[in-house]
């Protein structure tokens, strides 16, 4: 069978799934303390609503959105919140957040289901915006702001992302194999919302169970919907090159997937608008695999938001003794953790404990060209990299830094071990200032 795939660029790094992908989704008994940060997604911080020693009942609000690209926060247990305190998150920001002390004991007030085909389109997205529904594939952009068609624009194709294409990420497989229905149900909703006319599931070839799965249920329940087979390729969860594979289409360069007709959403996003919508559920819990070959017992777990990283390697048995690092997401693109109470937030899709550090030395540039070859956006790494050394933002920016995905194929490519992605991030940073 022909799978489909992008053509530029890639690497094939080892999958380590086989750790954790026959693992069960095992929910985390509430921890006595959750820190809940207001910088859950992409764009403004949300603003606390509450003060030290307010009480809190699960599913409230706790932070209101801070404009269009932001999204609530509600509390993911009852409690009372002892304190208001800065907190980092994963991505290394800074942000306000509510700490809770959690009941013993917690409420479930979602129980009763709602029929969604009665609402409109608008109602709809705007009980997702509401339950402060997010990407949840890592970037976390408000899925609100996604499904919002703008007025002249049409939907060609919905594209569900159920790639997972990081290395030892099994949390999305696990979704589709344990709450199939629901996340197809989920993708429904999304496409009563955008009005697309065609609706595909995206999935890597290396989860042939998951996509028979899906296919069958497909089939029970009469959906218009196609599964699209993939081929194992990294980064192939990318939303450029997953439109690249699924539509043959190429957003130009600082364009949207709207531009070529697209709207692509990740699976657990499908799971999480299903909730919201079916029960009137907030964001305020996830499944996240905790793995790596120095974690005693990998696990696909559902944790609430803001569960300390130190709680979700205790359940897991605790960490061996040669771990060296701790990884917020998957190795290619996730963020070295140097504090384990660094709390969960909504983009939390993987944690990994390794027994060695990735990128533990550098060399000097040997001109191999591996990372250009390897880049699947077309880039010049190497160019970039040396520009941003010696302070020229400006150049690397005029040789598409900006484009750059930080996927860390270059890196992963690269003899010398070159920090490029750090580079990248920096470079970003500093060439945003400067302008
Ligand atoms: S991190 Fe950026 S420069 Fe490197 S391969 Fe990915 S897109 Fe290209
Ligand atoms: S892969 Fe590394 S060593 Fe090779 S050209 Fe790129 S930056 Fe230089």
Redesign the pocket.
């Known amino acids: 069978m022909k799978l489909a795939t992008f053509r530029r660029?890639g690497v094939h790094p080892d999958d380590r799934k086989e750790l954790s992908k026959d693992k069960k989704i095992e929910s985390l008994p509430f921890p006595e303390e959750l820190v809940v940060s207001m910088s859950e997604h992409l764009g403004a911080p949300a603003t606390p609503t509450k003060k030290k020693g307010d009480a809190v009942t699960r599913g409230e609000v706790i932070g209101t959105a801070n404009g269009y690209i932001s999204a609530p926060v509600h509390s993911p247990a009852d409690g009372v919140v002892t304190d208001i305190r800065k907190v980092r998150v994963q991505s290394g920001a800074v942000s306000d957040a509510v700490v809770i002390k959690c009941n013993p004991e917690q409420s479930n007030p979602w129980t009763e289901k709602h029929d969604w085909r009665k609402e409109s389109p608008e109602a709809l997205l705007s009980i997702v915006k509401d339950m402060g529904i997010v990407g949840m594939g890592g970037a976390a952009f408000p899925t609100s702001v996604k499904l919002t068609v703008p007025m002249g624009k049409e939907v060609d194709t919905l594209i569900v992302n159920g790639v997972e294409c990081e290395p030892y990420l099994t949390a999305d497989y696990r979704l589709m194999l344990e709450k199939t229905s629901e996340v197809l149900e989920g993708a429904m909703i999304a496409a009563a919302i955008v009005r697309p006319k065609r609706i595909v599931i995206g999935i890597e070839a290396n989860k042939p169970d998951a996509a028979t799965l899906m296919e069958n249920t497909i089939r029970e329940k009469n959906y218009q919907v196609e599964v699209v087979l993939l081929k194992t390729k990294y980064?192939q969860g990318d939303e450029k090159q997953l439109i690249k594979a699924v539509m043959n289409a190429e957003v130009p360069s600082g364009k949207l997937p709207l531009d070529v007709g697209a709207v692509v959403c990740n699976l657990g996003s499908c799971y999480a608008i299903y909730e919201a919508v079916v029960y009137r559920k907030p964001l305020i819990e996830r499944v996240i695999t905790v793995s790596g070959e120095s974690i005693n017992n990998p696990k696909n777990i559902l944790a609430p938001i803001g569960t300390k990283f130190s709680s979700l390697i205790d359940f897991c048995g605790g960490e061996k003794d040669d771990a060296v690092s701790t990884v917020a997401g998957g190795p290619m693109m996730g963020f070295a953790i140097y504090d384990e109470d660094t709390p969960m937030v909504k983009g939390s899709g993987g944690l990994l404990v390794l027994p060695k550090l990735i990128d533990d030395f550098s060399a000097p540039c040997v001109l191999c060209g591996k990372?250009v070859q390897?880049?699947?956006?077309?880039?010049?790494?190497n160019k970039?990299f040396r520009n941003i050394k010696y302070g020229n933002y400006q150049a690397a920016m005029d040789l598409g830094l900006m484009?750059?995905?930080?996927?860390?194929?270059?890196?992963y490519t690269c003899p010398s071990h070159l920090p490029?992605?750090q580079g990248?991030k920096l470079g970003k940073k500093m060439g945003r200032k400067k302008k």
């Open positions: 660029g980064p990372c390897h880049c699947p956006m077309g880039l010049q790494p970039m484009d750059c995905k930080e996927c860390g194929c270059c890196a490029l992605v990248f």
